[in-house]
């Protein structure tokens, strides 16, 4: 059509002809864009024309769904986008993964998606900030609350935390008879935010009874189940295509900061009653402090960093630990010859153990192994998402069969490129750990099926749970420690036994629920006995 005809056309036609001429640009343009991006690489079938794969994703069970497509793909393959979003490049060779979290880390940041939840979860703390001049300087602020030094004067406080959950628990069960069925999801999470409010800010949450206390649990929670049903699911798509919806003033995007706006008045008195011995204090909110009253402006933080790190370590510091405490429970629940076997050990000495003593794995080489498990076949964040901010080209250990028959050597990537890292199924791969989908402690101490040192370098054992490189965990030892703690301490006072089968579901954790009952969300049932002497 001449520019004289279109011209002469009446102006409603002109502007829906260019409105359709615009749209099919856009199209043709976003389909130019998928097809250049990953070419050759394989793409498994079965796909949504509406939600791609990522419906597929959103329901596995433990990771089973990306195993199926690492065994028939290998390694690396790419999956449909929901909503004509471009192709999604999945991640499990350890060499690219190395170039991603370690080499190249900062060209990697978390996706445009979860950006905006972390901050309005937690605020602009350790875990939402990017890049390599910004993450460096809080990173190297926070890491002296995580020394070895440290962590090992954390222990007394650590075990006055759980033995008072402990003993609260055992008081209810022997009211109900010697025998009762608890959600251990509302232990778990009394148990460890106790710690964290003991270890980092010299806090009392009253073994989650303050009003803090059950309002943190309660609204994490609420966030827990909202992640793993299919409004959560919609609500992160619905994200990724429109960023700005994240900014209306809709009740289920500002009820993700009301554990944040639960917190903050929190945050304030702690500050107030640390300023009085900001000078000796070697916790993490003393450190903070320092930083937020130092005498050099330029490397202070500021009063709202301050505020975000505290809510920061109070949700992150519980929630994870707990997490992987419920289903390495659940596992022992499931497996009794495990749970008496480390039982036994535990029993050996009825003192509260050092952190060298139970770091080593010389003490109590069961505990020790039981850990381990626990943390690889649970990993807190089951899948992490990155998205590539330059051009790139990851390199690969194992080739790839290309959908034309080649042998891929390497992937280039382009800027904006999402790519998907499933933890849990790395944490679970049959060519490295043999049987690994089963809950087999021994595997550590017979160091059969287990890496064998050249496999994801520089991993806690291996695996991806605490991620390597510049974004690793910086309390992986503390997480450590008090999972050894926790689970010991249990031990020696219940037997847990199953009542009803239980899944993993997605959401901002991995979280349990119950396989006939998913209207009750989160929850983990079990049947406690206190153990006789």
Not at 448 to 462: H, V
Request: hydrophobic share 45%; with cysteine; charged share 25%.
């Amino acid at each position: 059509m001449s520019a004289g005809l279109l011209i002469s056309l009446p102006l409603p036609l002109q502007l829906a002809l260019a409105l359709v001429a615009s749209t099919a640009g856009y199209v043709a343009y976003k389909w130019w864009d998928n097809y250049s991006r990953l070419q050759n690489i394989p793409v498994p079938d079965g796909a949504s024309k509406i939600w791609g794969h990522e419906w597929l994703e959103f329901e596995d069970d433990c990771g089973s769904q990306w195993r199926q497509w690492i065994t028939r793909f290998g390694p690396n393959f790419k999956i449909k986008g929901a909503w004509g979003h471009h192709d999604i490049l999945c991640v499990t060779d350890p060499k690219a993964i190395d170039r991603i979290l370690c080499k190249n880390a900062y060209n990697y940041p978390h996706s445009a998606v979860f950006r905006p939840i972390i901050e309005r979860l937690t605020g602009r703390g350790i875990v939402w900030v990017e890049g390599e001049h910004a993450h460096k300087p809080m990173r190297a602020l926070l890491a002296p609350a995580f020394t070895l030094d440290r962590i090992r004067a954390m222990g007394p406080d650590m075990w006055l935390a759980v033995n008072n959950v402990v003993s609260r628990l055992q008081s209810q069960i022997e009211s109900h008879g010697g025998v009762r069925d608890v959600n251990m999801l509302d232990w778990t999470a009394t148990s460890t935010l106790d710690v964290i409010g003991r270890v980092a800010f010299a806090h009392d949450f009253q073994q989650g009874q303050s009003p803090e206390a059950r309002s943190i649990m309660e609204g994490w929670r609420k966030q827990a189940n909202l992640g793993m049903v299919w409004e959560g699911f919609l609500a992160l798509l619905a994200l990724r295509q429109f960023p700005w919806i994240g900014q209306l003033p809709l009740p289920s995007i500002k009820a993700q900061s009301n554990i944040k706006n639960t917190i903050k008045p929190l945050a304030n008195k702690l500050i107030q009653r640390g300023v009085s011995d900001i000078d000796n204090g070697r916790d993490l909110l003393s450190i903070l402090l320092r930083a937020n009253l130092g005498e050099k402006q330029e490397k202070r933080i500021s009063d709202d960093e301050l505020l975000d790190h505290i809510v920061t370590f109070v949700i992150a510091g519980h929630e994870t630990t707990s997490v992987v405490l419920n289903f390495t429970l659940y596992m022992l629940a499931q497996h009794p010859e495990v749970q008496r076997k480390l039982r036994e050990e535990v029993m050996s000495t009825d003192r509260e153990s050092t952190f060298d003593e139970l770091w080593s794995s010389e003490n109590f080489p069961y505990l020790d192994a039981v850990t381990r498990e626990g943390f690889r076949l649970f990993p807190p964040s089951a899948r992490n998402e990155k998205v590539a901010e330059k051009d790139d080209i990851l390199p690969l250990a194992t080739p790839i069969v290309g959908t034309d028959g080649r042998l891929i050597h390497e992937i280039p990537i382009k800027a904006g490129q999402v790519i998907h890292i499933p933890v849990v199924a790395v944490n679970r791969f049959s060519s490295v750990w043999g049987d690994g989908d089963s809950f087999r402690p021994e595997r550590w101490i017979e160091k059969s099926g287990t890496p064998d040192g050249k496999f994801l370098p520089g991993a806690w054992s291996g695996m991806l749970t605490f991620l390597v490189g510049a974004r690793s965990c910086l309390g992986y030892r503390l997480a450590v420690f008090e999972m050894k703690i926790l689970i010991m301490a249990f031990i020696r006072a219940f037997e847990f036994e199953v009542i009803e089968p239980i899944e993993s579901r997605m959401s901002a954790t991995i979280q349990p629920r119950v396989i006939s009952r998913p209207e009750d969300g989160a929850c983990l049932p079990l049947r406690l006995r206190p153990v006789v002497a």
